[in-house]
């Protein structure tokens, strides 16, 4: 958890309202995840960038969600519109470079409640 | 549609016990497998990796490899109630680094 900054903590919106989450990974990471956890499942990948490019976004519903990193750092995550099955708790996760297999270090989380 | 499975539980075990908790997955392929530590209302918190058959021992974790069989196995010797949360099993689809997650075994150390 320790090194992967993300905000806010928590947020509560009405649903059709937008939001937008951010995540700044420890510095020289170069590759970065977005995961989406449900309460009672296990995290779920939405996109994963490498520097500035996405090598995944096979599960992001982009009709609503949408993400960038820009300048290969800092990363931010949106949801426009929300809706009530998108409340869930949104981890940023980031691998140090020269891991062997890439092990991921994930964030504190932002938990969104779409009411 | 690539799987990780794992018993959702309650696993309760003693003070002082061994915990055992199992996961199996489907893509024979896969080459690396993570274990995460998940308290209540926190982020999961990497605690072994494991690339190749048999045992990884780091203190009073063992990890457990059997690709044959497409298990891989976490078991926790002289269990605190410290360690009591939900263990996530992940196996990055082969070829890739996206992880597939298990949903998770909640244990729970009985003082």
């Known amino acids: 958890e320790a090194g992967v900054a993300q905000s806010p903590r928590y947020k509560i919106i009405e649903k059709r309202q937008s939001v937008a989450f951010w995540c700044n990974p420890i510095s020289g990471h170069a590759t970065l995840y977005w995961y989406q956890q449900i309460l009672g499942q296990g995290p779920k990948l939405l996109i994963q960038f490498q520097n500035n490019g996405v090598v995944d976004d096979s599960q992001l519903p982009k009709d609503r969600f949408s993400a960038e990193r820009l300048k290969g750092v800092d990363s931010t995550l949106k949801i426009q519109p929300a809706k009530l099955e998108d409340s869930a708790v949104y981890l940023c996760?980031?691998?140090?470079?020269?891991?062997?297999?890439?092990?991921?270090?994930f964030g504190p989380g932002t938990r969104l409640t779409v009411l | 549609q690539k799987e990780v499975e794992q018993n959702s539980g309650p696993l309760s075990v003693p003070e002082g016990a061994i915990a055992s908790l199992n996961c199996t997955y489907s893509d024979r392929g896969s080459q690396s497998f993570f274990w995460y530590r998940q308290y209540s209302g926190k982020s999961p918190e990497l605690i072994m990796s494991?690339?190749?058959?048999g045992d990884k021992e780091d203190g009073r974790f063992t990890a457990q490899l059997n690709k044959a069989s497409q298990y891989v196995s976490l078991l926790i010797r002289d269990s605190q109630p410290s360690d009591s949360a939900t263990y996530l099993c992940a196996v990055p689809s082969s070829g890739t680094y996206k992880y597939i997650f298990g949903t998770g075994t909640r244990l729970k150390v009985l003082a």
């Open positions: 494991i690339y190749s058959n």
């Open positions: 996760a980031s691998t140090p470079p020269g891991r062997p297999y890439n092990e991921q270090f």
